[in-house]
């Protein structure tokens, strides 16, 4: 008898274990896990345009979870080593003065505490390493190059600053500087560097897929957020240390670089960058995948027109212009913009493009002193095409 039940016992078990496995290979249990609930969810009709960033997205405990971090201080190294490089470019009866380019190294790769705010000194980060970070080594290092250059071009062309430019021979055209080929060096490095290292970092590397699926189920060791929070907050902290994003370029003080342009060459477009934003950041405490990736796009899209938008305003000024003065300064931000297109990714653009339109307007002999219209006029096509303009 006993023996008979426990063959049974011993059968029925092994039925039993028999259907689990069937019950565990069913295709109901191959869907994967949901992220951990980290935040209580944010209605996202609550968000507006006054909404402030910084402060709209909080702990259990009320503490705000946003830190800008390394990009609000990477944004004003860059308000110092463009302040510095427009000391050529001081209105008259001020003497300008000629820039050292130990200075503008130091000030690029955060060496030699280059910076009148000693934090910015002691920080740890620096301008160039992030300059390009989205491309390949090699490719990143020719770009940084450029840069480089750029800055010895300025260094040597402010050698000339208290003197009139001529057709091969740097120095000043009214307030502006040129270099001995009619090109403004300050304006190039600049505008270059919106799209280098600004539009890169926002859009190439901190609202890119990777980023995006970062850890988000729990805070990083010893801080107030997620490593996916932080992406977007850092991608907005590239953009602006604001609060509230102005979006009224009447408002001052304006926006700083590519925030400032995004105000003023888009126009309505201007407040939807920041409400995505802002939706995109409670996206992500909702676990709101469709909703994060569609306001990543609304963000990159809308920068990377900024950027083509501004290209064609400047040729444009340029052909219209006819003050020699007028006309080299819309240039020099109308080259630096160009060569920033090739960061603008989501549209399609990339270095061999960018250059192939840059090439048409900086190879001549004597680069802008024979630039023509017809060479800007081809320029303008072919951005307007690749950016539907």
């Not at 951990?36 to 009320?62: C, E, Q």
């Not at 910015?120 to 390949?136: C, I, M, Y």
């Not at 700083?256 to 888009?266: I, Q, S």
């Not at 630096?336 to 653009?349: D, E, M, P, Q, W």
Request: proline residues 3%.
């Amino acid at each position: 008898m006993f023996n008979r039940m426990n063959t049974f016992s011993r059968a029925s078990f092994s039925l039993f274990i028999a259907a689990l496995g069937l019950t565990s290979c069913s295709k109901d249990d191959t869907v994967a896990p949901t992220t951990p609930v980290l935040r209580a969810k944010i209605d996202y009709a609550t968000l507006t345009a006054s909404s402030p960033y910084t402060t709209s997205f909080k702990d259990a405990n009320g503490a705000a979870t946003v830190d800008l971090g390394a990009a609000a201080t990477r944004l004003n190294m860059f308000t110092e080593l463009n302040s510095y490089m427009a000391t050529v470019a001081v209105a008259a009866p001020a003497t300008p003065a000629t820039l050292d380019l130990a200075r503008l190294r130091n000030l690029y790769t955060n060496a030699g505490a280059p910076f009148a705010d000693a934090a910015l000194n002691t920080s740890g980060v620096q301008l160039r390493d992030k300059t390009a970070a989205s491309f390949s080594d090699a490719n990143a290092t020719t770009v940084r190059n450029y840069i480089d250059g750029q800055l010895a071009n300025l260094a040597t062309a402010s050698q000339s600053v208290n003197q009139t430019a001529t057709r091969g021979n740097a120095g000043r055209l009214g307030r502006y500087l040129v270099d001995a080929r009619g090109f403004e060096p300050n304006q190039v490095i600049q505008k270059a560097l919106l799209g280098a290292l600004l539009l890169d970092q926002i859009g190439n590397v901190l609202l890119t897929s990777n980023s995006l699926a970062a850890e988000n189920g729990k805070v990083v060791e010893g801080k107030l957020y997620s490593e996916r929070e932080h992406n977007w907050d850092m991608a907005y902290g590239y953009l602006t240390s604001n609060a509230i994003m102005t979006t009224d370029i009447a408002l001052t003080p304006r926006e700083r670089f590519l925030a400032g342009y995004l105000n003023e060459k888009n126009g309505p477009a201007s407040p939807g960058v920041y409400l995505a934003f802002l939706k995109g950041r409670a996206a992500i405490v909702n676990n709101d995948e469709a909703t994060l990736k569609a306001q990543a796009d609304i963000i990159r899209t809308e920068l990377e027109r900024t950027i083509a938008k501004a290209a064609v305003s400047y040729l444009t000024n340029w052909k219209a212009a006819s003050d020699p003065a007028v006309k080299a300064h819309a240039l020099g931000e109308g080259i630096g913009f160009i060569y920033s297109l090739r960061f603008c990714t989501k549209s399609g653009a990339d270095t061999a493009w960018a250059d192939s339109v840059l090439n048409g307007l900086t190879s001549g002999a004597q680069g802008a002193w024979d630039l023509t219209n017809a060479q800007a006029d081809a320029a303008i096509a072919a951005i307007n095409t690749k950016f539907s303009l």
